[in-house]
């Protein structure tokens, strides 16, 4: 039995039209619930103890409105579950009542997790969950098996990226609210889609946050980039964690949300004996264990640390899988050849081989970036601890112009740049659109009525892009064009050479889920070995009698080499010289047969990939 289990925050609809209300708000001495509509009235809560007030009253419709009193202010519920007027407006009940129709649902094992990661607003024309909804079609055929939301938590206005949010249990209003949410999440399971969802847990956004008129929920003692820090270890903070951990299991429970990503744990500054992460993934995971699914915690942190994925009986805080950046970073400064800002640390052709190695490249090495030494080895770590991407939300939408790879590099470099990814033995990300080139880009937005907030995310962004050296004027970050820029062109998948690329990404995914020694994620049956002058990586993974082995060429001139074949008898299972708009290719002559002493010289398209099979 967990002390979350009889707990909850917020507004709750009891039986029989009874509505539940609990608040902690030890800065006041007492605090009254203004009902608004249906009914005008103002009760008074009761004390329970440790700064909670609760209050349980009849007459409480779905729909209700209603507000906190504190010292003659009104205040939105901070666990609000809907926000119909936005941030400022007053929190609204709402029924948990939903048709559910993934009861035999359990959820896919970590190891089977191919993520495509999308935004509410510009995955679709209409901005909805509906919207996604209506192409998951799109994404089945793809062959991905999770999909990954920006944060949906409430923010101010229509367009935002999520982490600005506001008020972290409310569903934002104009996606659909918790009934599109909800839609969304079952049409998923009903196609066999997990759903893994972003949450901020490190700060909130500036406006509409009430959260301190409550409570400590900020401490002074720390700083971040975004202000002062949520307070996880100072005083009164066990309620502090217990208001993001009751989030967390809010929509695993109520939303059937199948894995979390936590949003920059660096940025969790806890120096408790008991971190707020170690608590957080103990309680997700006895919650998990109690709903017979499968729920996982995804950690994404600029650390490289290999305590975030380690036991607590091994000093780590139990999250079931990182986000690796590195090998991001080295393949985007070998593709584009930029080495600008915490770029400056890649750009080695041999930190590549490294990175699909080990899934680190930094194990302590010294940093230019950091000006001091960085990350650690963690071998023993399994490959499906690691989610590695070509791109996603961050490393798109920080640059000034929002560019996607697509349109820094070429349509080869693009294959290649899949094919190592998603033939890797770790856990593969894509970012909505990557799959046929998408051409939009994915620029920085927001819809702040702050005017001076607004003026300030202007300045903030220019002087954000001084360290890359990007010159020109960032686009406004308010302006609605901004915005509608971002929104993808589905209608690409089907034309030229975009149509192409998706036929060679869902042929990845396939052979990656079909393959035995591509779809069982090992390090300990995995060989890599890279060429520094020639460009080339050389891959060799194995289960049990099957094997393959792939060899990628990120040069621009052909090259012929020796590569480690192992003896054996070997068929060509993908060759990315042969998904042209030019038509096929014809394949490079390789015998069936190789002796286990046999040295066998290779010929190499620039940009390309060859792939083969054993035939045991």
């Known amino acids: 039995m967990s002390e979350y289990d009889n707990f909850s925050l917020g507004a ?30 103002t009760e008074q809560m009761k004390a329970e103890g440790n700064g909670y007030y609760h209050l349980i009253l009849d007459h409480i419709p779905p729909g209700t409105l209603y507000t906190y009193v504190l010292k003659g202010d009104e205040r939105p519920d901070p666990a609000s579950r809907f926000q119909p007027q936005s941030v400022h407006g007053p929190s609204q009940v709402i029924s948990q009542a939903f048709e559910w129709t993934d009861q035999l649902w359990f959820g896919p094992r970590l190891s089977a997790y191919i993520i495509y990661e ?138 059937h949300i199948d894995a979390l990503r936590l949003d920059a744990t660096h940025a969790y500054l806890d120096f408790s004996a008991y971190p707020f992460l170690q608590e957080l993934a103990t309680e997700v995971h006895v919650r998990a264990e109690q709903l017979n699914r499968h729920v996982y915690l995804f950690a994404e942190s600029d650390r490289a640390d290999d305590r975030t994925l380690r036991t607590p009986e091994q000093g780590g805080y139990g999250i079931d899988a990182q986000w690796s950046d590195d090998l ?14 915490y770029y400056k640390d890649f750009g080695k052709f041999s930190q590549l081989a490294m990175a699909l190695r080990w899934g680190y490249v930094y194990s302590g090495d010294y940093s230019e970036f950091h000006q001091r030494r960085h990350g650690t080895l963690a071998p023993d770590l ?28 070429s349509f080869d470099e693009l294959k290649v740049a899949a094919a190592i990814v998603l ?41 954000e892009f001084t360290d890359h050296q990007w010159e020109g004027e960032p686009p406004d970050p308010q302006s609605e064009d901004t915005f509608l820029r971002s929104k993808l062109n589905h209608d690409l998948r089907r034309q030229g050479h975009h149509q192409v690329l998706f036929r060679f990404y869902r042929e990845l995914m396939r052979l990656r889920k079909t393959h035995p020694a591509l779809r069982e994620l090992d390090k300990n049956r995995l060989q890599v070995v890279g060429y520094d002058r020639e460009h080339v990586i050389f891959m060799h993974r ?10 990628f060429a990120l040069g621009d001139q052909a090259v012929e080499l020796t590569l480690p074949v192992p003896g054996g008898c070997w068929r060509k299972l993908l060759d990315s010289t042969e998904y042209s708009e030019k038509g096929t290719a014809a394949p490079s002559p390789f015998p069936t047969q190789i002796e286990p002493d046999q040295s066998l010289a290779f010929k190499l398209s620039p940009h390309s990939i060859v792939l083969f099979e054993s035939e045991a």
Not at 389 to 405: K, Y
């Open 328 to 341: 991001h970073h080295v393949l985007h400064t070998l593709l584009t050849g930029e080495l600008m800002g």
């Open 118 to 255: 999308l935004h509410i607003g510009t995955f679709s024309p209409e901005g909805t969950f509906d919207g996604v909804i209506a192409r998951l079609d799109s994404l089945i055929d793809l062959g991905i098996t999770a999909i990954e939301i920006l944060p949906i938590a409430q923010f101010p206005g229509d367009r935002n990226w999520g982490y600005d949010g506001a008020a972290p249990y409310a569903v934002q209003n104009s996606y659909g609210g918790p009934e599109g949410l909800k839609r969304l999440v079952d049409a998923c399971h009903q196609q066999g889609i997990a759903v893994i969802l972003d949450v901020v847990y490190n700060h909130l956004g500036p406006e509409g946050n009430y959260l301190s008129d409550f409570g400590p929920y900020f401490t002074e003692r720390y700083h971040t980039g975004w202000g002062a820090a949520i307070n996880f270890d100072g005083p009164q903070s066990d309620e502090v964690r217990r208001f993001f951990i009751s989030n967390a299991l809010y929509w695993i429970t109520e939303f």
């Open 542 to 551: 194995w289960h049990n009698r099957q094997a393959v082995f792939a060899a």
């Open 382 to 409: 399994p490959a499906h601890r690691f989610v590695v991407a070509t791109q996603n939300h961050d490393q798109v939408g920080n640059r000034m112009l929002g560019e996607r790879l697509s349109q820094l590099t």
């Open 12 to 41: 709750v609809l009891l039986p029989d039209q009874r509505g539940e209300f609990r608040v902690w708000a030890p800065h006041v001495d007492h605090v009254d619930l203004h009902l608004i509509e249906p009914e005008n009235r």
């Open 423 to 463: 033939l890797s033995p770790y856990l593969p990300l894509l970012f909505m659109g990557e799959e046929y080139g998408e051409t939009a880009p994915f620029l920085y937005f927001t819809s702040h009525t702050d005017h001076d907030l607004a003026e300030a995310v202007r300045q903030g962004r220019r002087e």
